[in-house]
């Protein structure tokens, strides 16, 4: 179950950076050149939303399961040994907690907005934000707080 999750957590992120960089190119696109916002937009909207949602729930999961958190949660630890499990358990999790809920803030205000123009921008801003975030908070292989490979096969 746990590889599992890790697996599929790992490979999903890349559908929320996707779902992402689409989002804030047609929301630009849309905002700087004054065009409608379609039906298209609207879907590529919510369907963000909802991978995002989707990688919240894997997340969540693998929480209960990993060995690093529950390390987290019963050592007393605080060498320098103990720098991963605090990011999992604490920064990764608070910071992708953070960005999915400005996401879905996003997302539901844009849907709202009454001008094309209105609902683009707050899609550009939100979106970005939500994007920034989630990026500093992967443990990218190059990432100085926590190291997983791009591409997990076990
Ligand atoms: C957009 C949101 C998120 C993205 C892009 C993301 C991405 C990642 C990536 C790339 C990894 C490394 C996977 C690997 O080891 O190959 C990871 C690990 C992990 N994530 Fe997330 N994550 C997100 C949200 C969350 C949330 C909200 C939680 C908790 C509620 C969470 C919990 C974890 C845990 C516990 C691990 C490490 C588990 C372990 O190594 O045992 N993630 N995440």
């Known amino acids: 179950m746990y590889p599992t999750l890790l697996t599929i957590h790992s490979v999903f992120r890349w559908l929320v950076l996707a779902a992402l960089l689409l989002s804030i190119y047609r929301a630009g ?5 004054k065009i409608s916002f379609t039906n ?6 919510h369907w963000t939303a909802t991978v995002a949602h989707i990688q919240l729930i894997i997340g969540i999961l693998l929480y209960v399961k990993s060995p690093i958190i529950s ?14 499990p605090s990011f999992f358990g604490l920064y990764h999790f608070g910071f992708m907690l953070l960005s999915i809920v400005l996401l879905t803030i996003g997302s539901a205000k844009a849907k709202r907005e009454k001008s094309d123009e209105a609902k683009f921008r707050t899609m550009l801003i939100w ?16 990432s100085p707080w926590a190291n997983r490979p791009y591409i997990r096969n076990f």
């Open 127 to 142: 979106f970005s934000v939500a994007l920034l975030i989630i990026f500093l908070a992967i443990p990218w292989p190059f």
């Open 40 to 45: 298209i937009d609207n879907k590529i909207r």
């Open 71 to 84: 390390y987290y949660w019963t050592s007393s630890d605080n060498s320098l040994d103990s720098v991963e």
């Open 29 to 33: 696109r849309g905002y700087f050149g």
